[in-house]
């Protein structure tokens, strides 16, 4: 869908839309429906400056591409703007309808974007872009067709998963360091400042300007050199290789504990949701921290199988969620060594190396990607796929080592002895589930705080 031009915003949206109605037993019927490629009569209203000559920009790309377009008062769109409560228009502000028929309004609000942008930059060089910076929170659609007696209201652009809306993309190295050391006596708060540490400085400065680039192809850029950057030792000959080594062997392994802590936060959560629902199973279910010991109890806990006389999770789970439960009965056989199929701990050592293969794989997309747009200029509809990986596994990678600092002041540290006893550890784990792999998991019980140590991969 989003190589054929769809958005990931239409996508969440119409999808979640689906699921929540009263007949979502037709959900995956009704969502294929909507993305049969048929376009759609849509009005787009802009909000901008007076003195805006970032509007010059769009309307010159408007102009160029005939689509059709006017400058209109507030008066004469109000009626169309009741959704809107907080809706107001200043005097130094106008307002641009636009009149355009697409598969998907918000695929075309990100092409002004893009577009404007590019327009007017080509213009002249050393530009204010920071009108770009709040451009998605000023634009509204509707469909510009009335139905029968009902005419339709202008909505919010609620482009939050995609990138290129700069001011809602996340820092998941802000994420990672609030959230693991929210227990500590000093924790990291999401809103501060990040410590200077002279080994991650340059890598540091080339995330965060990826992060607030107004153009999503300098933000991928900037963000495969903070990645580069970061490569602490190099032993093949090419680039890509390099990065696809340090990458896989650095945070293949963790997808073990992501897998067993996506579990236990759906099973919290539900938890939480029907009033404490499984508040008799024999282990906490309130919270999870994502700590080492956390996700060794959660572990043990699935390598056991109910007997008769103990009350079953599943009698529990099922009347509140089938998936959940599900995934419990899964979950449970595999780590017990009742499972079908996976009876061994041989089901970590595939995960683990599938893991690293599909890192491996997106790496290859994000690098092919990059060399077209510098080669070539070319950029591909799905970029938000693969900028969002590639933010991760900045994020994640810089997260690591910037804990391995903070938790050890007073040693000296180098950004290559970190990574180096991060691969080690990776070899330790593989090891060990390897030479484990012909007996159940619950055996391997002892090794869970080794398998789970690096508890900041599991989110």
């Known amino acids: 869908l989003l190589f054929n031009g769809y958005s990931i915003t239409s996508i969440d949206e119409i999808s979640f839309r689906y699921i929540f109605k009263k007949n979502s037993e037709y959900c995956a019927r009704n969502i294929i429906k909507n993305f049969d490629g048929r376009t759609n009569e849509f009005k787009i209203l802009v909000k901008y400056w007076k003195e805006s000559k970032e509007m010059e920009g769009i309307v010159s790309y408007l102009k160029k591409s005939n689509i059709e377009f006017n400058f209109v008062t507030h008066q004469q769109v109000k009626n169309d703007l009741i959704k809107i409560k907080d809706f107001g228009l200043k005097e130094d502000e106008e307002l641009l309808e636009i009149k355009h028929a697409d598969i998907d309004p918000h695929n075309f609000i990100r092409e002004i974007y893009d577009k ?90 080339f995330y965060n300007l990826a992060l607030g680039s107004k153009s999503i192809e300098n933000s991928l850029f900037l963000l495969w050199t903070a990645l580069e950057t970061l490569v602490p030792y190099r032993l093949h000959k090419s680039d890509i290789d390099n990065v696809q080594h340090f990458v896989a062997s650095s945070l293949g392994f963790g997808s073990v504990s992501r897998e067993l802590a996506s579990f236990v936060v759906r099973l919290t959560e539900t938890n939480k949701l029907n009033s404490n629902c499984f508040k008799e199973f024999d282990i906490k279910t309130q919270f999870f921290n994502h700590s080492v010991s956390s996700l060794s109890k959660w572990a043990q806990w699935l390598s056991k199988k109910p007997i008769n006389s103990e009350k079953d999770p599943y009698d529990s789970i099922k009347p509140v969620s089938n998936l959940l439960c599900k995934e419990y009965c899964r979950l449970n056989d595999i780590y017990s060594g009742n499972h079908q199929v ?11 190396e599938s893991s690293e293969l599909s890192i491996k794989h997106q790496l290859d997309r994000i690098y092919l990607h990059r060399n077209q747009i510098v080669h070539s200029g070319m950029f591909l509809t799905e970029y938000s796929n693969l900028w969002s990986h590639l933010e991760w596994y900045c994020g994640k990678l810089l997260a690591y080592a910037y804990l391995r600092f903070l938790d050890n002041k007073e040693t000296d540290l180098s950004i290559e002895q970190i990574f180096m006893e991060l691969e080690t550890d990776s070899q330790l784990i593989k090891s060990i589930i390897k030479n484990h792999s012909d007996k159940p998991l619950k055996d391997l019980e002892k090794y869970y705080h080794i398998i789970f140590n690096h508890s900041w991969q599991s989110f």
């Open 116 to 205: 404007g942008l590019k327009t007017y930059v080509q213009s002249a060089d050393r530009l204010d872009l920071s009108y770009f910076t709040n451009f998605l929170g000023n634009v509204y659609w509707r469909f510009s067709k009335a139905i029968g007696d009902k005419t339709h209201s202008y909505n919010s652009t609620n482009i939050d998963l995609d990138p290129i809306n700069v001011p809602n993309r996340g820092s998941t190295l802000r994420y990672t360091l609030a959230r693991y050391t929210y227990e500590w006596e000093k924790p990291y708060h999401e809103t501060e400042k990040l410590p200077y540490i002279d080994e991650l400085a340059q890598a540091t400065y």
């Open 342 to 352: 996976h009876k061994t701990a041989k089901y970590l050592s595939d995960k683990i």
